[in-house]
């Protein structure tokens, strides 16, 4: 799903800038691949509760995660992978 820059910078700003899942500080122009393959604090946007679960896109949904976090935890729902919880 393409998301504008609108609302990825509102993603981003709901945690401060920071991985949802492990605090980590993100780049905000380095989402996707926007910075480059090997830029730091790269993120992409994670839903909460999976699509495969029901979940929406709505806002409240989607997190800004960094790329570790959101392709680590695969199927599971970020809300219950996320070891401090969104
Ligand atoms: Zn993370």
């Known amino acids: ?7 990825l910078r509102n993603i981003y700003y709901k945690t ?4 949802a899942c492990c605090r980590k500080k993100l780049a905000l122009t380095n989402y996707g691949y926007r910075g480059g393959r090997f ?17 929406s896109d709505d806002f409240a949904n989607l997190w800004a995660m960094c790329l570790p976090c959101n392709r680590g935890m ?6 219950r992978w996320c070891r401090f919880g969104l």
Do not use: I, L, P, Q
């Open 39 to 55: 830029a730091k604090g790269r993120w992409e946007v994670a839903h909460g509760t999976a699509r495969a679960s029901g979940g």
């Open 1 to 7: 799903m393409a998301y504008t820059d609108e609302t």
């Open 16 to 19: 401060s800038g920071y991985c």
């Open 74 to 79: 695969g199927a599971v729902d970020a809300n």
